[in-house]
């Protein structure tokens, strides 16, 4: 494996160094992880997905990353990314920027989905349900249980 060099990654290991990742490993933090990728635009849909995020971080159901990073190609961020369990990429809209930034990273198994799609229409409000966010979260929830994409 060709070695980079990482700064401290999102699970804020101090490694020096990393391998890159040519195929699916384990996360470099240690075990098997779900991750979730979300855009955070500037609209009520964009909030939902960063807050599904959070909701499935802190119920350990899987962690959420920093989208940001992988599309910046972060070494330590996207070996985390792919070195997942489980990938799940959030998008808010037909745009796509999530799905950009990961394709870009070269990430090739994961789970998409654009709440858009979903029937969530995008407004500049940063406002959202309850319903609609436990429309998300059950959506979320059955994607990453779902074998059929890795």
């Known amino acids: 494996m060709e070695k980079i060099e990482s700064k401290p990654n999102c699970c804020g290991s101090k490694k020096e160094e990393i ?20 855009c955070s635009g500037g609209s009520n849909v964009g909030q939902i997905t960063n807050e599904a995020g ?11 990353s920093c989208l940001a990073g ?12 792919q070195g997942a369990d489980k ?8 745009v796509g920027c999530a799905k950009a930034c990961v394709d870009k990273a070269g990430l ?11 029937g969530i229409e995008k407004k ?12 998300v979260l059950t959506k979320c929830r059955n994607l990453l249980k779902d074998e059929s994409y890795n």
Not at 108 to 118: D, G, N, P, R, S
């Open 54 to 64: 959070k909701i499935l971080t802190v119920n350990k159901e899987a962690k959420l």
């Open 124 to 135: 500049p409000v940063f406002e959202w349900t309850e319903e609609t966010m436990d429309e």
């Open 87 to 94: 990938l799940l990429v959030l998008d808010v809209c037909a």
């Open 19 to 38: 391998e890159a990742p040519t195929q699916k490993t384990n996360c470099i933090c240690g075990g098997n992880t779900r991750v979730v990728l979300a």
């Open 108 to 118: 090739k198994e994961y789970a998409y989905l654009v709440l858009t799609e979903m």
């Open 70 to 81: 992988v599309g910046g190609l972060l070494s330590g961020l996207v070996a985390t990314a």
